[in-house]
């Protein structure tokens, strides 16, 4: 592999109404650091019938109160499924906003509208596609909207690396990682917030590529899609760690 698939619109540079740090500066950033090493393809709209697999007709119809956000955050979502897709074939990356961890099925927050993740797992397994998917979020925050709308759900398993130092991090997401060939696809939400510059002050560039090499490795139907990550200096440069860790695992 010489680049990662990666699903990217420029509709996620739209400056729709939300807070100033989940801003269009972080795609931009990260846009311009992995251009070199990804493959890019458009995503489209997400359906409502996909939304539906997720959310109650209460929420859509909160988020479609503003059709900026609506628009965009269906871009988003379909974001994420179109990764998922790729990722029947091998690795992928969603460069995607808004993120949408934070959205469960009748709530949101978080600087999230839909849960991306949750929609691509259960749009995939709705058409057949899998049976069966496990969910790895090493964000800084909990991803209480992706438990909410996935627990109970015997065909999602769902596991948040909430880690206190570095080593933790890394031997969380080993236990994580222990069955992970059992499952039909291998998804991270990735937030880089753990960032030792951002909010979590945890991890240094380093550890995101040791951290995806380890995922890639464990599963060949894997993606990812971007959550957090608000340092935006050094936004770029830690995604492009990410990734040279995917392509090294399948090098």
């Not at 697999?53 to 909160?62: A, G, M, T, V």
């Not at 139907?221 to 830690?238: A, Q, R």
Request: aromatic share 10%; proline share 4%.
């Amino acid at each position: 592999m010489d680049k990662i698939p990666t699903v990217y619109s420029r509709d996620f540079l739209i400056d729709y109404p939300t807070v100033d740090c989940e801003c269009p500066d972080r795609v931009d950033r990260i846009y311009s650091h992995i251009k070199n090493i990804a493959d890019f393809t458009e995503p489209e709209l997400c359906d409502v019938s996909d939304l539906m697999l997720c959310h109650s007709e209460r929420l859509i119809n909160l988020v479609q109160k503003d059709p900026v956000i609506y628009r965009t955050a269906c871009k988003s979502a379909g974001g994420a499924v179109k990764a998922a897709e790729l990722a029947l074939q091998g690795p992928s990356f969603a460069l995607i906003r808004p993120p949408g961890h934070h959205a469960g099925h009748d709530f949101n927050g978080g600087f999230c509208f839909f849960n991306n993740m949750a929609i691509a797992i259960k749009s995939l397994i709705a058409r057949g596609l899998i049976k069966n998917a496990l969910i790895i979020d090493i964000d800084l925050h909990y991803g209480n909207g992706t438990h909410d709308i996935v627990r109970g759900d015997s065909n999602i398993t769902f596991v948040n690396i909430d880690s206190a130092s570095r080593e933790d991090f890394f031997n969380d997401i080993g236990a994580a990682l222990k069955d992970a060939q059992s499952f039909d696809m291998l998804c991270c939400s990735a937030g880089f917030d753990t960032y030792i510059r951002d909010w979590g002050g945890l991890l240094f560039t380093e550890d995101y590529r040791k951290a995806a090499h380890m995922l890639a490795s464990s599963n060949p139907h894997f993606f990812t899609i971007l959550e957090g990550g608000y340092y935006i200096p050094d936004l770029g440069i830690n995604v492009h760690a990410y990734l040279k860790g995917i392509l090294e695992a399948c090098s």
